[in-house]
């Protein structure tokens, strides 16, 4: 890495921060990420189907793919911090403040005054937001969640996909990874219920498996009035006045931007967001607040994936690196 080279703090380790981060190395410039999760690689780690959109890697799943990004990525010169969260956001005369929790460890950039003040910041020249997106819910539903671990806001993570076995499971969506899910589990000798408040939107392949197997049973324009957990069991009661014991209760909702990265900007302007609450960008990923950008599916893509979030990180990467070129 080129000494005294530019800081840029990346929020989010799916594959468009990855991709920027990679980027701003052979660019001269000093990336710095910073990833909640306690591991990097973003929305595809757990995901156990092929991956058909990406060319030169047929069979590949998302799992195997995001396992060979990660793989480069950790060879590269760039500190990492898993597992931390940006509290809040602050400028300064030289650019954006960050303050991290919980502190980091070995190899921040953190200045010897914050580290003798007892503070845990990084600074950095350019900013850019790649925190992806996360799964829809209730206010209620969510609620439900943190009370029971058998309900679950999102796709079945690769640590439970084998638990849920031989059981009973109400399913709520109606989209192509709700049924998709149905179908899963049907064959690992689970019963399921898949209810959607609208008519079912999943591909025509999707609907026809799933009406041909007996295990499953599809509900359109049907929603629980109330769900309660009792015990290990959740019931859901229905306006026709039935009511029915699930073993898991999985919401499928389909995914909304993660925006919460924004409430940690305290005094800096906050970048303007569309109309479906992604962070708008211009063709070289620029958010309209200078020094700010956004890449990935946190931004309105047209056709959110793997290469599309890769293609921004970079294009991220050389926008910052002009403008911080042209500004210097
Ligand atoms: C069900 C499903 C199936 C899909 N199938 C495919 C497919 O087959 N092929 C394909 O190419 N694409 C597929 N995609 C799309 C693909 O997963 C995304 O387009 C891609 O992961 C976007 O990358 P990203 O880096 O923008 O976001 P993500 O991969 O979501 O990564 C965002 C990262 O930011 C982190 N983060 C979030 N908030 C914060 C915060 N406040 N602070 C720090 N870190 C934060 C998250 O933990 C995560 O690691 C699928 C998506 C879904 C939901």
């Not at 076995?165 to 709700?178: C, F, K, S, T, Y």
């Not at 499928?252 to 708008?280: C, E, K, M, S, W």
């Not at 990923?285 to 956004?294: H, M």
Request: aromatic share 4%; with cysteine.
């Amino acid at each position: 890495m080129i000494k005294d080279a530019p800081t840029v703090a990346i929020v989010g380790a799916g594959p468009a921060g990855m991709s920027c981060a990679n980027a701003c190395v052979s660019f001269g410039l000093a990336p710095v990420v910073i990833e909640r999760a306690d591991h990097v690689g973003g929305a595809q780690r757990g995901n156990f189907h092929e991956n058909l959109w990406l060319l030169g890697s047929p069979g590949e799943t998302g799992e195997a793919l995001t396992r060979r990004l990660v793989t480069h990525y950790g060879r590269l010169p760039v500190p990492t911090h898993v597992g931390t969260t940006v509290t809040r956001i602050t400028e300064d005369d030289a650019g954006f403040v960050l303050d991290l929790a919980p502190p980091p460890a070995d190899g921040t950039r953190v200045t010897d005054a914050d580290q003798a003040a007892g503070t845990h910041r990084l600074h950095a020249r350019a900013l850019l937001l790649a925190t992806g997106m996360r799964p829809r819910a209730t206010a209620q539903l969510r609620a439900l969640a943190a009370h029971s671990e058998r309900v679950l806001i999102g796709a079945l993570s690769d640590a439970l996909r084998e638990r849920v076995r031989d059981a009973d499971v109400l399913i709520l969506g109606g989209g192509d990874n709700a049924l998709d899910h149905a179908l899963f589990l049907a064959e690992r000798g689970c019963r399921v219920r898949v209810a959607t408040r609208a008519g079912f939107s999943a591909r025509a392949a999707f609907l026809a498996a799933c009406a041909a197997r007996d295990d499953i049973e599809l509900r359109p324009h049907a929603a629980p009035i109330r769900l309660e957990v009792e015990g290990e069991r959740i019931r859901a009661v229905w306006a026709d006045g039935t009511d029915g014991m699930h073993d898991w209760l999985l919401v499928l909702f389909g995914y909304q931007p993660d925006t919460d990265i924004l409430d940690a900007f305290t005094g800096v302007p906050r970048p303007t967001l569309g109309a479906g609450g992604h962070v708008r960008v211009d063709a070289w990923q620029r958010t309209d607040v200078p020094g700010i950008y956004a890449a990935g599916d946190l931004t309105e893509t047209p056709q959110p994936s793997v290469a599309a979030a890769i293609a921004q990180g970079l294009a991220a990467a050389r926008a910052m690196e002009r403008d911080l070129r042209a500004g210097a």
